[in-house]
């Protein structure tokens, strides 16, 4: 199995940027499908993106696509979520999660390992 740790959130003004990191350790991360999920108070878990194991295929909500960008350095079994332009309506819990399979999905129940999150604030 594979143990997942995020880092980088924080508060940030609108308009402003962060990168969030995921450091895997346990299996090799090459052997898993990525992906960033956000969960706001009150809200159900959403899926932001994906990303496959080799990095070639990536995958984005739509109320994120053009501003957010996923990557992955698997030599150093860490994940990536660049998030520019931020919004007010960005603020949640944001989540990085694996799963073992080729192709990127949406839907987290079909993700089998979970961090346990890091705060995104974005203020006004």
């Known amino acids: 199995q594979v143990q997942l740790v995020e880092s980088g959130g924080g508060l940030v003004q609108a308009g402003g940027s962060l990168r969030l990191s995921c450091a895997a350790s346990?299996?090799?991360?090459?052997?898993?499908?990525m992906g960033w999920f956000r969960q706001a108070p009150g809200k159900e878990r959403e899926f932001v993106a994906a990303i496959n194991l080799n990095g070639g295929s990536t995958d984005y909500a739509d109320s994120v696509k053009g501003r957010f960008t996923i990557s992955r350095d698997n030599a150093k079994n860490t994940g990536y979520l660049q998030m520019n332009s931020l919004k007010p309506e960005d603020t949640a819990v944001y989540y990085c999660?694996?799963?073992?399979?080729?192709?990127?999905?949406?839907?987290?129940?079909?993700?089998?390992?979970w961090g346990q999150g890091t705060q995104v604030t974005v203020s006004s």
């Open positions: 346990g299996r090799p991360f090459s052997s898993y499908t």
């Open positions: 999660a694996a799963e073992r399979g080729w192709i990127t999905r949406r839907t987290a129940p079909a993700y089998d390992y």
